[in-house]
């Protein structure tokens, strides 16, 4: 006689049954990676233990540094007056650099404030 509706399926051993749940799952991570991927955190890298917060804008980025560079070459000078001979030559030598570096960020918020007054000059 013959049957109209199939056999019902054979039961699946446990093992058979995790095996096709690992890979039911393998394959769905492989295609979620490829076709659905998830957008980037705008968290910070973890690996960093200290960052500049994104929004503040480059002039008071260049203020903060050119702060920190005046402090810096104050205590570099401060140091020489502490220290002998070659020592005395390292901290002044970083005085200056300091000194040096703090010029090109001053020049450079120099620019920035010409820029905004000509932009400004140019919209009024």
């Avoid at 970083?94 to 820029?115: N, P, T, Y």
């Amino acid at each position: 006689m013959f049957k109209v509706s199939p056999n019902p399926p054979q039961p699946k051993s446990r093992v058979e049954t995790l095996e096709a749940k690992k890979l039911d799952e393998a394959a769905t991570r492989a295609l979620d990676y490829y076709l659905n991927p998830k957008p980037a955190s705008a968290e910070p890298d973890n690996s960093q233990l200290f960052i500049v917060a994104p929004h503040i804008d480059t002039e008071t980025l260049l203020a903060n540094a050119s702060e920190d560079l005046l402090s810096i070459s104050t205590i570099a000078a401060d140091l020489a007056d502490d220290v002998e001979d070659s020592r005395r030559c390292v901290a002044l030598a970083i005085s200056r650099m300091a000194d040096g570096v703090q010029l090109l960020v001053e020049r450079a918020l120099d620019h920035l404030e010409a820029k905004a007054i000509a932009t400004s000059g140019a919209k009024g």
